[in-house]
């Protein structure tokens, strides 16, 4: 059975930080590229960041300089530190693994919410 599971979530004062992981269970970790996904209330899930079985990263605009994807293999784990955050950083924060296109899973989501 797949399982990736997120935790870190939270809130947060604008300005501030914080630090997703994503564990995962059932896949060859090592083969699947992985990523953050968001979703707002009343909006579509969009990509954050995502980072290839190779160590390869990409970022949206909106986090370029703020957020940085990094993976540990030998753990099974995704993690994304997110600074600077402001309130439109506010969402549910998913992860993904991905197989080639042809497999994809996703976690259950956490709770980010940026406010003072």
């Known amino acids: 059975q797949v399982q990736l599971v997120e935790s870190g979530g939270g809130l947060v004062q604008p300005g501030g930080s914080l630090r997703l992981s994503c564990a995962a269970s059932?896949?060859?970790?090592?083969?699947?590229?992985m990523g953050w996904y968001r979703q707002a209330p009343g909006k579509q899930r969009e990509l954050v960041a995502t980072?290839?079985?190779?160590?390869?990263?990409n970022y949206a605009d909106f986090v370029k300089g703020r957020f940085t994807i990094s993976r540990d293999n030998p753990k099974n784990t995704v993690s994304l530190q997110m600074n600077s955050l402001n309130p439109e950083d506010t969402a549910v924060y998913y992860c993904?693994?991905?197989?080639?296109?042809?497999?994809?899973?996703w976690g259950q989501g956490t709770q980010v919410t940026v406010s003072s």
């Open positions: 993904n693994a991905d197989l080639l296109n042809v497999r994809k899973y």
């Open positions: 059932g896949i060859t970790f090592s083969m699947y590229d």
């Open positions: 980072i290839t079985r190779g160590g390869t990263s």
